[in-house]
């Protein structure tokens, strides 16, 4: 079957560094997404990694090791408006080899920002 | 906003009832996905469709269906509901098929089971 953990809870304080780790046991392996989702809101992108290395995106960078089985989501000068969910996901490849399986999700980063 | 629509917003119904979600996907989006997310588990993959034909199917119920139709929406028919069936229900859309396209989500619709 196919695993991925994060860390249920983190807190930060406003204007830091925080970095969510995210680790995954799965077959067919494709590519991994973030998604940051405020309470009762819809998910909405933050990144995608599929060769293992670094991304950065202005305050925010992702990181991927594929043999590892491992990424990580920085976030940068920390805001209060960055107090959400953070939601690593996996793409596998379908059993058609297509890729057409829908995300597999964990269950979210609660990251509460302090001032 | 993500550009997709999903009504209602707010759905509340008793067991054993039908009721139908509905999807208008980005424009020029082909595929749909639709979700189920609940306190206990998380965000769930149901079921893919890709220019009208189903292309993936995740852990849907047999008591869940979806289509999507030829001007693309979709509608994610959920019948003799459970309690348990109490949660969001969002909607992604996608350009292509493949799992490395963005899917971007709806708002939800949120239904409460009594």
């Known amino acids: 079957g196919q695993n991925i953990d994060q860390p249920t809870e983190m807190t930060a304080t406003e204007g830091a560094i925080v970095q969510i780790n995210c680790t995954y046991q799965t077959s067919g392996f494709n590519g991994l997404f973030w998604y940051q989702q405020h309470a009762g809101e819809a998910p909405t992108f933050l990144s995608y990694?599929?060769?293992?290395g670094l991304e950065e995106k202005g305050r925010f960078s992702s990181f991927l090791s594929r043999s590892k089985g491992y990424s990580y989501l920085l976030l940068k000068e920390l805001q209060m408006k960055d107090s959400a969910s953070y939601l690593c996901?996996?793409?596998?490849?379908?059993?058609?080899?297509?890729?057409?399986?829908?995300?597999?999700f964990g269950k979210g980063t609660h990251l509460i920002i302090q001032p | 906003d993500s550009g997709v629509t999903q009504t209602p917003k707010h759905l509340i119904t008793a067991t054993g009832q039908r009721v139908t979600l509905r999807c208008s996907p980005r424009?020029?989006?082909?595929?749909v996905y639709w979700y189920q997310q609940s306190l206990d588990q998380g965000l769930q993959f149901l079921i893919q469709?890709?220019?009208?034909?189903?292309?993936a199917k995740g852990n849907i119920l047999e008591r869940f269906s979806a289509q999507q139709f030829p001007d693309l929406h979709s509608e994610l028919n959920l019948s003799s509901l459970e309690l348990g069936d109490s949660a969001l229900y969002f909607c992604?859309?996608?350009?292509?098929?493949?799992?490395?396209?963005?899917?971007?989500f709806g708002p939800g619709t949120r239904l409460t089971v009594l």
């Open positions: 996901a996996v793409t596998l490849l379908g059993d058609s080899g297509g890729g057409a399986d829908g995300l597999t």
């Open positions: 469709y890709y220019n009208g034909e189903e292309r």
């Open positions: 990694n599929v060769l293992d």
């Open positions: 424009s020029g989006d082909l595929s």
């Open positions: 992604a859309s996608s350009g292509g098929q493949g799992a490395t396209d963005t899917q971007y």
